[in-house]
């Protein structure tokens, strides 16, 4: 089937736009007609490989167009010798495609990216039978017993009237395509659509395998059309011949007017606008293999915990409430030694731990009676020391009297007073003069508490009213306010939240 009329224009201006340098006018007369010999054989001479075009802009020049006047038999000659180019790059191709191969049950994604595909891959990724079309099993042409297998079941499609259409990929080594269309009931013709990846020409290849298979399902040679095709971007490696054929495959399915979700729309749009530039149909191919083994893979960060309605609703509730609850007032724990420890992390006690150890305890710390004495006033320190000396000296008086009257007992007894009160005051006298001196180094060690006596006091003070009202009133009330009170924000914050409430007053 030749190429339409929009498609050959488009392959002639292509070549003459990218070779436009090294073409004149004679040039483009010779490369028209060997476009339109191309066109009548189904072949797009702008989608073949590079090195193809640069030969046929070669022979072209060396043709000397300008200077013969034969260019249809020029046109002709070059055309033979780029069809036989064409057809050593294609068994080159098809040659290290078939060394290339391995058999692995492993799926596709999980195999080298530039793996052929197997079997068990092309099951995957062929579409499934729908309505009237039926798509048959993978068919080794290499194998007698595979070509067994699928007759009967083939015979029995063919004779189906409620199907329409059938679908056989042929491999391996290098995987193809033939699509099979039913008469209608004003037709007497099978339409027989063979596929090759590489383009059209190569299709060929099937022909008779193809045929003599129909044939012994019951349809004749003169009964069917035959129409050769390939891909909008025919396959430029050694690997991706299956990915053409079930991408083609399932284009057929929605040409054919199979339902949506029975073709891969992906795979259809890749075929059709890149082809596997880049690996790109191999990618998706791997994607959509590795979908169908694995299943859909679920990201974990769109998940979130599951939670009971209940729990839902209260903090629903409590986020658009605006009234605040009212807080419980903390529970009273018993004051013991052991509950608190006021102690800084420095080690030093003070004074405000010290006045609240002892209002919780009752007992005063021994450091604190060591400085209250040294801290006595001065006219008490007096009276206790003349009381001392005079104390001592009426001792003294009364032991050496007695001791005199027993001696002699006139005379004796007042000597003896006298004696004994002047020991006495003397030793009074010594016992205070030690007193002031130690108390004068007690004086100059708590010289810094006696400079906070001040503060000591006034803070004592505090504490005894402090504990004289827990007395009275032990345990306060707590009545914070039902609504919460607007707080003060600029007017960019008052709009945006107007703008973000979803609910309120109205």
Partial sequence: MALSDKIKRESYNSLVRVYEDRLNETDKQLLSLINDFAADDDIALHLQDKAITDYLIDQIKQAKSEKNDDISGASNLIYGAVINIMETHSQTNRKRHSNQGRFDQSGLHLRSA???????????????????????????????SSALAIQDVLASEIFNENIQHIIIPIGPGHWRGAYLTKPSEDEVLYELELFDPYGGSGASAIKDYTLKLLEQCGIHRELISIKYSGPKHPQGDAYSCGDF??????????????????????????LDNLGNQDDVLRLATRDEIQLILEGPRVSQSHIEPIVSNDVTTNTQEQTKSPILPIPTP????????????????????????????????????????KTQSANLPSGVRIGIEAGSIAGSTGIGALIGGLIGFFAFPVVGALVGSLVGAGIGALLSSAAVGLGRLFWSDDTVNHQEPSLK??????????????????????????????FRTASPQTSGEKDATVENRQEGPK
């Avoid at 030093?348 to 150890?357: G, L, M, N, S």
């Avoid at 006091?457 to 707590?478: G, V």
């Fill in 114 to 144: 530039r793996d052929q595909m197997q079997d068990h891959d092309m099951t995957l990724l062929m579409p499934k039978s729908t309505g009237n079309i039926s798509v048959m099993a993978v068919l080794n042409r290499y194998d007698q």
């Fill in 330 to 369: 903390p529970v009273k724990q018993d004051s013991s030694p052991l509950a608190h420890t006021d102690t800084p992390a420095n080690g030093k006690i003070t004074p405000e731990v010290e006045i609240k150890r002892e209002l919780e305890t009752g007992v005063p710390d021994p450091e604190d009676k």
């Fill in 245 to 270: 054929t079930c991408a083609h495959s399932h284009k057929k399915m929605q040409e054919l007017g199979a339902p949506k979700g029975s073709y891969n729309k992906n795979l259809i749009e890749t």
């Fill in 453 to 482: 006596s001040d503060s000591n006091e006034a803070s004592q003070s505090r504490s005894h009213s402090i504990t004289d009202r827990s007395k009275q009133d032990p345990e306060p009330m707590f009545s914070p306010p039902l």
